[in-house]
């Protein structure tokens, strides 16, 4: 593989695609990892209990940014795994790893446009090409594929072209099990933890992922159901331009949350905003029991509108997940308990959910009682709010609270990591979007009661 810079940014010429290429590039890694294990395990017999303590971090923190840095350079299946152990991986991964791993969601270096043209032309044909003009420069990419600006020739109409990586959705068996044995060599997973059930639900959402035919039904699906919601935007899908490799939709302006257009916004605006964010989670769970769960930054855009009506564009829906209604429902019995604190509704809904069981120590179900009501603080009643919280109308204060932090420690600092390593697939994937709905409305410094919201999607009078 090698790479080409054009204005400081670099692209990757070439993939390696094939399996046996990529296996060796992770095995070579993988051996490298293995000889380092041996010298840091003898150094260690001459360090005292601290120090080994900081040898151990500083190890497990090089070993990850070296597992990063070469899962970006292969890009495909193998790096969007590597993305998904940083999500599963807090259960049960260093500190330290989880963060690196993290870093992958965002950096990635874009492929050459003669690398992803081949894909293009025989997805849409050279005919339906012609009609286009394509800016062989990326507007975004990513591990699976990358999206380039078009404009349809006869009338002017701007796109969006999502083309996939040439060789992903044939690797990803191989870079599944080549993945599971590095993250064994370079002892980043604890001995003895059966991994199976996590590269299993991994290796499902892959497929789902490389599957634009699915993303273009749920986007489809998504814009059909919000159409009549004039707080939201879902791009348009171009059929005659899209393919099983490549999906093309309306191209839809807006600006990144973090852009000065959007923080200079009035509180007011900001607020409703924030409302919206957190409506559309709640209508995609309790209601449509369908998530959009990918909630980086980059799969929305805030178009604000010169009449004070300010728009969310959605974008993405290659991570929908589809929720069973018994799910939804058990799911529903926690939140509706922790908000009531009614404790026997939060334990019937964790069991049944998998989450935990009845015969777990009382001070384990203790724990995760108070956990959930903790985590429901920004949807509760105001009088269980931190003053420091609130506004002088009693509404939360998203921008300055630090319940994501409170709530990792109560979790971290107690007896539920004896009892429950990794949760049931259904919850990893829930929570990382309903961790970016919050980070969103941080982002935003919304300040709002969502209390009745939630009780309006639960169902509650």
Known sequence: ????????????????????????????????????????????????????GHADRDFYKRQAEVLADELGRLKGSV???????????????????VDVLSSLQDDTPPVAWHVVLP??????????????????????????????????????????IK???????DAIESDIRTLSRLLMMTRLAPKGLDLEPVFNEVREMLHREVDYETERHFTQTFGEKLRDDPRFVVPRVFGEYSSDRVLTTSFEHGNHVRDDAVQRLPQARRNALSAAFVEVFLKEFFRWHMVQSDPHF???????????????????????????????????????????????????????????????????LDTFVQLCETIVEPFGDAAHMPERLKNAKGEYLWGASDLPMRAGRMAASNALSVHFKVPPREIVFLHRRLAGVFIMLATLHGELNARDMLLKYLGEP
Request: aromatic fraction near 6%.
């Open 1 to 52: 593989m090698t790479e080409d810079r054009k204005g400081g940014k670099s692209s990757i010429s070439s993939l390696k695609t094939r399996p046996l290429e990529r296996n060796i590039a992770m095995t070579m890694l993988g051996l490298g990892a293995g000889s380092k294990i041996v010298a840091h395990s003898i150094a260690n017999i001459f360090r005292d209990e601290s120090a080994r």
């Open 79 to 97: 790096m969007k795994a590597g993305q998904m152990m940083s999500l599963y991986g807090q259960y049960f991964l260093p500190e330290e790893a």
């Open 119 to 160: 894909v293009l032309e025989r997805g849409i044909g050279r005919d339906r090409l012609r009609e286009l003009e394509v800016d062989e420069t990326p507007l975004a990419a990513a591990s699976l594929g990358q999206a380039h600006r078009a404009r349809r020739k006869r009338d002017g109409q701007e796109l969006v």
């Open 163 to 169: 083309i996939q990586y040439p060789g992903v959705a």
């Open 298 to 364: 980059g799969n929305y855009r805030i178009r604000p509108g010169e009449d004070g009506q300010d728009r969310i564009v959605l974008l993405d829906f290659g991570a929908t997940r589809v929720f069973g209604r018994g799910f939804v429902e058990s799911y529903a019995d926690i939140v509706r308990g922790a908000i009531q604190r009614d404790r026997d509704a939060i334990l019937r809904g964790g069991v049944d959910i998998g989450l935990m069981k009845a015969s777990f120590p009382k001070p384990v």
